[in-house]
């Protein structure tokens, strides 16, 4: 350790302590992950940190001005925040950012104020501010950087004796709340910012400014406490949006807030707020929150399957999808099948398929909005997010998704995949299903089934191969409007289809892109077409599985399930409301069959 005494920082100091506590942080999520038990204990505050601040490793780069720095740290975090401890930990950043003036450079003494007002906006941010969490451990440490800025005048002894403190701090933890002490463990929230200081610490000690930006994040893996009591889940999804162009003052949002769930978290500013709680509602809520402001973003994590994947996971493999994949409730849960949801914009309103829309609610305002929904593939950091949760849980994950043809989430997710595979020594295998809705629906459902037969990871992607080849989907589609609207059919063909009464029978060729199968005068015909059209290619193969889609067409429906059954002497797995994202298409009155092969 260099013994210059370090009397002033500018951004650039700030920018690689910074970076040298985040890599702290993703080196020992699995721990976090595992320790995490409040406020729920779905297992996920390590991840959640790990997303927060991954945000300024990748986007953020070092500015001579600190500043400058503290505000571009400031906005990473609190963009991209996610759970509690990760909202906290922004809304702290925030604090710091907010509280320093307009210096290139800051003096110990700045920094101490700044440390010591910021804690004022981390309690203000959280709606019932609970002692012995990560809020503790912050205003501990803050104090005793404040006390002894005079005591000791370089910022690198200052931080290494701070860790004392800290250390002190997170035990007591345990004292403070009962189920920590139940679990005998210590605040996940707390200590994540405890390692996050350790490593600035670790960084001073060694002063390696080349091995830190050049170092690989190796995950330490944590094999202790997976005993932990597991306690009831309240409030089903972990909800966070972003409010822009606020129109309500921040006590009357809080109350409408407050309606909806619990652990409640509020960070930013009165023009733009980073919103956190645990609500069974997230569709009312959302609903709600669009007379308030612009919501610009959604999430919405079920942490019934979070909290599986850390005390009930029925499997070593788990199974990921998207929110294409048209399977029941009922076996989406009794399959732990994670699903991670498509998105849609009806205008500058932002929705999350199936979780934040449901499909009953989408096709009405498919049928009365002025504005045609468009909708966005998964981006690569929900799956960065998903995968890290899940590596710290599972031995491997398998993901099937929609067809490459239609969009860009297989790439999203075979990228993540990669990253998170590498970062974690874990197989991760992406698959294109070639295919979507119910014939997405069950090749996940065959997947599925394969890993509660105990197939291996590598035999189940093998024969995933031919059950993506035996699976084939039927849509008869009931007008070409919404075809048109979506600009998936020319508007000149379009009404020619009109003038004709023509109605197309929608399927998908080996490739995963759409063909138009046949088209007849009526849907009747066309559904009656499908019919004869399976009756022909199953004469001489066995139909495993089938599942019966429609878009408010509880009538072809039936009339599908009907015919299945006659001809396969089988109940449908599944009759679908049809996926959201793949009814803005095929149009309110579709009717579709889908099935596999044995």
């Not at 990253?419 to 629906?441: D, H, M, T």
Request: charged share 20%; aromatic share 8%.
């Amino acid at each position: 350790m260099k013994n210059n005494a370090v009397i002033e920082i500018d951004g650039r100091r700030l920018y690689y302590t910074f970076i040298a506590g985040a890599k702290k942080i993703l080196e020992n999520q699995i721990e976090l992950n595992k320790i995490n038990v409040f406020p729920v204990n779905d297992g996920d505050t390590g991840t959640n940190l790990a997303s927060t601040i991954r945000a300024v490793i990748d986007s953020i780069h070092p500015n001579k001005s600190y500043k400058v720095t503290a505000d571009l740290i400031a906005e990473a975090t609190l963009v991209n925040a996610r759970g509690n401890s990760g909202i906290i930990f922004a809304q702290f950043m925030y604090g710091l950012s907010n509280e320093t003036g307009n210096h290139g450079t800051i003096t110990i003494n700045q920094f101490a104020e700044s440390i010591k007002n910021s804690v004022r906006y981390v309690y203000e941010a959280v709606a019932n501010p609970v002692e012995g969490t990560m809020l503790t451990v912050i205003k501990d440490w803050a104090d005793y950087i404040y006390d002894n800025r005079k005591i000791t005048p370089d910022f690198n002894q200052l931080l290494i004796k701070s860790k004392a403190v800290l250390e002190k701090s997170l035990f007591e933890t345990k004292a403070k709340l009962a189920v920590l002490a139940k679990n005998n463990v210590v605040d996940a929230g707390a200590k994540g910012f405890v390692l996050f200081i350790e490593g600035i610490i670790e960084f001073i000690i060694t002063s390696d400014l080349r091995h830190l930006l050049k170092s690989k994040t190796e995950i330490v893996l944590f094999s202790g406490i997976d005993d932990h009591v597991s306690e009831e889940i309240t409030h089903r999804f972990c909800t966070e949006a972003i409010l822009k162009n606020i129109n309500i003052d921040s006590h009357s949002l809080n109350e409408v807030l407050k309606s909806f769930g619990d652990s409640l978290v509020v960070a930013g500013s009165d023009k733009t707020k980073r919103i956190h709680i645990h609500t069974d509602s997230p569709a009312d809520l959302f609903y709600h929150l669009k007379d308030y402001g612009t919501i610009t973003f959604q999430k919405a994590d079920d942490m019934v399957r979070q909290s599986e994947a850390v005390y009930n996971r029925k499997w070593k493999i788990a199974l990921v999808t998207d929110s294409t994949c048209d399977l029941s409730t009922e076996l989406i849960d009794q399959y732990q099948i994670n699903m991670l949801p498509i998105n849609i914009n009806f205008g500058d309103n932002h929705y999350l398929d199936k979780v934040t829309i449901h499909p009953e609610h989408f096709y009405k305002l498919l049928d009365s909005s002025n504005e045609f929904p468009k909708t966005a593939q998964v981006n690569e950091k929900a799956f960065i997010n998903l995968y890290s949760h899940l590596a710290s849980h599972y031995d491997s994950i398998i993901a099937v998704h929609l067809t490459d043809k239609f969009s860009g989430t297989f790439h999203s997710s075979q990228k993540a995949a990669q990253a998170i595979s590498k970062e974690f020594n874990k197989p991760i295998s992406v698959i294109n299903s070639k295919n979507l809705s119910g014939a997405l629906g069950l090749i996940t459902l065959r997947i599925a089934q394969a890993i509660d037969q105990g197939q291996s990871h590598d035999r189940i992607v093998e024969m995933t191969e031919k059950w993506v080849a035996d699976s084939r989907i039927y849509v008869s589609v009931k007008t070409l409007k919404y075809m048109v609207k979506g600009g998936r059919v020319s508007h000149f063909k379009g009404l020619i289809a009109k003038l004709l009464n023509v109605n197309p029978i929608v399927s998908m060729d080996e490739n995963g892109k759409s063909l138009v199968f046949g088209k007849t005068y009526s849907q009747k015909s066309n559904m009656e077409k499908v019919m004869e059209h399976i009756k022909d290619i199953s004469k001489e193969k066995s139909i495993w599985n089938y599942i019966i889609l429609h878009a408010n067409n509880h009538e072809g429906a039936q009339w599908y399930t009907d015919k299945m059954k006659l001809l396969t002497g089988k109940e449908p797995t599944s009759v679908v409301n049809i996926s959201p994202v793949i009814g803005a298409n095929a149009g309110i009155g579709a009717a579709s069959v889908a099935f596999m092969f044995e």
